[in-house]
């Protein structure tokens, strides 16, 4: 069935009226007992996968549909790339083929997850608007045949998105058969990462009128005093870009300009989420953000979405840790992503992930078999309440028809993927069989319960301003996270709006932008004893990214007892020795040196170069608690580890030493080993304690689950 609107002739004047409509309405996030009746506790972790019906023929999706149940998925995916089968013509609508997909996904017992269309704009949109294409840093705008092509920023396409989203809204916002709605999709422009039409000039210029109100204002807190920058009006600002400059940019604009793109980001999907609000009843609203990228900030959504949802593929050819990481794939970033979402928001999983050989990387190899099935009960382990395949078909044609699926190219055959897959679905129904309703968190393991202090801020601030090509901003976050990790303990990623004193320890890596009110936030933490942990380039600047007009990290020099009078950074594959506790280990990156005040204790000194026996790393007590700085960054991350497992020690607080790439975590009653290297690992499971998956002994790319 087709319905007809007329066209609109004032798409502007209607997309002021739609966003006007839209932020008339809060988006109001589910309740916890909402939450709970559609990710009932008992079902824990609940497994789909994406189908796409739209690039198959009508008389195969009933087979598809009914061997996706058989094969035990819970749930479909569907939409998200389909807005020219939705609206084939500008005001015609046509969901007769979706209505059957829900129909059958609904007859053979499947939930549906349904998409916003809005990454992929079909071409009568963009042909009737150019002005809605994305434009890149070399000032080509972009044209249709691909996706994410165009820009959030534009009120003429938000005007099209808003009728879209609503339409879909009105027909399945009561549906009981669909379980929730993900907002576009990977929400970025990917290789493009910035936009630059005029459309994000316009609204980088509003919000810079908005933040700053005078001119002179901006002035002040980017520094144009420098090289005779100075503006007169806001009218004269364009979106720094490096391809335009002779010379650097100007950090400050950079600074402000990667917050206002976030914001918009997510102002884009709190517009989207308002109008659905306005239909939906009983159902939960996503996005899938990416792991990797840094344009888009998740925490600016967690108030907007009922459920943080994420993508990671593990295995496109990069190396990860260990001589098998190419084919387990990266163990700290996916941990990491875990416990960063899980902290945005109790309800997360992962949307994406893959089930075999992927079409888009430099080197797509297979993952190692057993790492699929190791990903899922991973995901199950960090906390997740759902996980979603991409895909279950492997498509014939088109830029993926290289990347696997659940099943083989004929439609019906499992590929090694999906057959991980549904041993996995079966690993988590013998688990809702084993569990224990209300169990309770060993209180060792809660002791050990660690936040890791993170802000897309620093981030970005970091990367503009690395003062060596060797930093790498995560690679120094996933450095201590790891180490946490390994000492056996919970960890979430918080930001500042978290209570510190919810933790034992908290960890704060270079964390540069500060204030004296996030210092004095510290100082009371650690005086009402918690344990603090600051590392190098903490509190070097303001939260404009100014250098303090005083002593080096000058908020901090009273707080972990020490000057920092001096960095090094030493170029290309050269080291240095940093001693501590008998051992020695190597650094390149970053490394300060430190004068410890009185009651300042070191823990590491340098060992070689002009500054041989200064001080690399110090603790001091501060009221119950006490104070930790490390002033270098080592290359493999064991002095990152030692370090911290002393905090833990001096804490009085028995840690865990678990290797690297190996995990050991509790949830829902449930211990779960997953091992990340390439050597078979016992995990710690008490010889009282019944094995459910697995295996004492943990192979690679293997899984132990275990009660006590």
Not at 248 to 267: C, I, K, Y
Not at 513 to 518: I, N
Request: charged share 20%; glycine share 8%.
């Amino acid at each position: 069935m087709q319905t007809c609107l007329k066209s609109c002739r004032r798409p502007l004047a209607l997309a002021i009226f739609y966003s006007l409509l839209a932020s008339s309405v809060l988006g109001q996030r589910l309740s916890n007992a909402q939450t709970d009746v559609l990710f009932p506790p008992a079902e824990m972790m609940t497994i789909g996968v994406y189908y796409y019906p739209e690039a198959w023929p009508p008389e195969q999706w009933e087979r598809d549909i009914k061997n996706i149940k058989r094969f035990g998925f819970e749930y479909i995916h569907v939409g998200e790339f389909a807005w020219a089968f939705m609206e084939p013509e500008e005001g015609k609508y046509d969901f007769a083929w979706l209505d059957r997909v829900v129909d059958l996904a609904a007859k053979n017992g499947l939930k549906v997850i349904l998409c916003t269309p809005t990454p992929t704009p079909p071409v009568w949109l963009v042909e009737k608007h150019p002005e809605v294409l994305v434009v890149d840093d070399y000032g080509r705008t972009m044209v249709h045949g691909t996706r994410e092509h165009a820009t959030w920023s534009s009120e003429v396409y938000r005007g099209y998105v808003a009728k879209i989203v609503t339409e879909l809204g009105k027909r399945y916002g009561n549906n009981p058969n669909v379980w929730g709605w993900q907002l576009d999709n990977e929400l970025s422009h990917y290789g493009k990462n910035y936009d630059y039409s005029n459309a994000s000039q316009e609204k980088f210029r509003n919000w810079l009128k908005a933040k700053y109100k005078e001119i002179a204002n901006l002035n002040r807190d980017w520094g144009t005093a420098f090289w005779s920058q100075r503006y007169q009006t806001f009218d004269q600002i364009r979106i720094p870009n490096e391809r335009e400059y002779v010379a650097q940019f100007n950090p400050h604009s950079m600074l402000d300009f990667q917050r206002w793109f976030a914001e918009n980001a997510a102002d884009y999907l709190r517009f989207q989420t308002n109008l659905l609000r306005r239909q939906t009843k009983n159902q939960w609203i996503t996005s899938n953000f990416m792991n990797s990228h840094r344009e888009v900030y998740p925490t600016l959504s967690r108030g907007d979405l009922d459920v943080m949802t994420w993508t990671i593929y593990p295995v496109h050819g990069q190396m990860n840790q260990g001589p098998l990481g190419y084919r387990l794939g990266d163990a700290d970033a996916m941990s990491f992503m875990h416990d960063y979402m899980r902290s945005l928001n109790s309800v997360q999983g992962i949307m994406e992930l893959q089930p075999g050989q992927v079409n888009w990387g430099e080197v797509n190899p297979w993952p190692l078999p057993g790492a699929i099935r190791m990903w899922i009960l991973r995901a199950f382990a960090g906390g997740a309440r759902l996980v979603c395949t991409y895909r279950y078909r492997q498509p014939l044609y088109g830029a993926e028809l290289y990347h696997k699926g659940i099943v083989e190219t004929d439609g019906v055959t499992p590929s090694p993927g999906g057959l991980e897959y549904m041993q996995a679905i079966k690993d988590m129904q013998l688990l809702r069989t084993s569990r224990r309703p209300n169990s309770v968190e060993p209180k060792d393991y809660a002791a050990r319960r660690s936040a890791l202090l993170y802000h897309f801020d620093n981030r970005w601030d970091l990367d503009n301003h690395k003062q060596t090509t060797r930093w790498n901003t995560m690679g120094h976050i996933l450095k201590y996270h790891t180490a946490l990790k390994s000492l056996g303990g919970p960890v979430d990623v918080i930001d500042e709006t978290s209570d510190f004193a919810r933790y034992p320890f908290l960890v704060a890596p270079a964390y540069q932008l500060v204030d004296s009110q996030l210092s004095a936030r510290w100082t009371k933490y650690a005086e009402d004893g918690g344990h603090l942990v600051l590392t190098l380039r903490t509190a070097q600047k303001d939260r404009r990214g100014h250098l303090w007009e005083g002593a080096w990290a000058q908020p901090i020099v009273d707080l972990i007892g020490a000057r920092i009078p001096t960095y090094d950074v030493l170029p290309g594959s050269l080291t240095g020795k940093v001693d501590a506790s008998g051992k020695t280990y190597d650094w390149g990156v970053w490394g300060e040196s430190l004068e410890p005040q009185r009651g300042t204790n070191v823990l590491a000194t340098y060992a070689d170069h002009y500054y041989k026996g200064n001080a690399a790393a110090t603790t001091r007590r501060l009221g119950k608690g006490s104070v930790t700085y490390v002033g270098v960054e080592s290359l493999g991350g064991e002095l990152e580890k030692d370090l911290l497992r002393g905090v833990f020690e001096r804490a009085g607080v028995a840690a865990r030493n678990l290797p690297s790439g190996f995990y050991v975590e509790w949830r829902d009653g449930f211990w779960i080993a997953t091992n990340f290297t390439e050597q078979t690992l016992p995990a710690p499971v008490p010889t009282s304690a019944k094995v459910l998956i697995g295996t004492r002994d943990v192979p690679p790319a293997g899984v132990t689950v275990w009660i006590e």
